[in-house]
């Protein structure tokens, strides 16, 4: 499977006429539209290793530790035989995607919850413009992502610099 491939297949963009309607649909899509924007380019900067320790400690919650064999984090889902994101989408689908967000991003799956998982991110995008193609790739990954923001501006200022990236399927 190919990340690009699975993100395109779960795009919700709405149709021309659909967009060319509802100011409030382009404002969520916005500044994309229809079809699926693409794979956003790699972040090659890490985040200051300073903010990252601060954040890992004071924004991680308590949680049980899981020891699963898999070569890498993002293969963990499978593993697990995870069905949190059921409506759909399938737990190899979301490791195609998550792979592809270790190396482009350096993120990591750090929780999995009944119907959430968590990422912790070495290298999050640091402008609004470079978050905004991720921003399209995390709305067609989730219901919800950031357990809030659903628009693809708001998903976009949600990640610039923040080394967290939440995921909720309802």
Known sequence: ??????LEGWWPGPSE????ADEELREMFGPF?????????AV??????EL????????TRD????????????DILPRIGWAGACNNRTASELAVVLRSWEDRFGARLLEVGYADIRLVVSRPPQTLQAAQRIAA??????DEAHKGPTWIP???RAIVNNPFWDFWWD
Not at 44 to 49: R, T
Not at 52 to 59: E, K, L, N, P, S
Not at 63 to 70: C, K, T
């Open 1 to 6: 499977m190919d990340a690009a491939r699975v």
């Open 17 to 20: 006429e659909e967009l060319a």
């Open 33 to 41: 539209g229809e079809r699926f924007p693409g794979l956003a380019p």
């Open 44 to 49: 090659e900067e890490e985040l200051d290793p």
């Open 52 to 59: 990252m320790r601060r954040a890992v400690f004071q924004y």
């Open 63 to 74: 949680a049980r530790i899981g020891l699963v064999p898999a070569a890498r984090p993002a």
């Open 137 to 142: 790739e995390h709305m067609a990954f989730s």
């Open 154 to 156: 708001e998903i976009a």
